[in-house]
């Protein structure tokens, strides 16, 4: 369990990275400013965002789901304004921050279980009940 946390936190790292690398109005001070934002989207991610997702529920459905974009630029946002090293310029930059940041997980969604030489399923599978 510990490990995935730490992989998690490790690839966090890596995605902001990335987006301070692409996007102008993100920047970190930082390597040390880089973990500790990821650490702290992560207890964002754990503690605030679920109220979030309850709060924006209905504008979710009626937008397909598009929202959820909005609410994870707003973590990221509300990351910048707790951790000193990294920063964020306007909702904008959050935003597109946000986007990127989801491509980069269903990237490395693929890539992982590429590498894991397993594929890639984007169904739910559920088990089904037994007849006897």
């Known amino acids: 369990m510990i490990t995935g946390i730490i992989v998690a936190w490790i690839i966090t790292v ?3 990275a990335i ?7 993100v920047r970190a001070s930082s ?7 990821a650490f702290v989207l992560g207890l964002v991610n754990a503690f605030i965002r679920p109220v979030l997702w309850v709060l ?3 504008l979710t459905v009626l937008t397909f789901g598009l929202f959820a974009l909005f609410v994870n630029a707003f973590t990221l946002w509300l990351t910048s304004k707790m951790v000193s090293g990294f920063e964020i310029n306007h909702f904008g930059s ?6 990127l940041m989801a491509l980069l997980g269903v990237v490395g969604f693929i890539l992982f279980n590429w590498m894991m030489l397993g594929e890639v ?12």
């Open 14 to 16: 890596i995605g902001l």
């Open 31 to 37: 390597i040390g400013g880089l973990f500790w934002a």
């Open 121 to 132: 399923n984007w169904t739910i599978q559920t088990s089904r009940p037994m007849h006897y």
């Open 94 to 99: 959050a935003l597109l921050a946000a986007l």
């Open 19 to 25: 987006v301070t690398q692409v996007l102008p109005g």
């Open 56 to 58: 924006t529920l209905p």
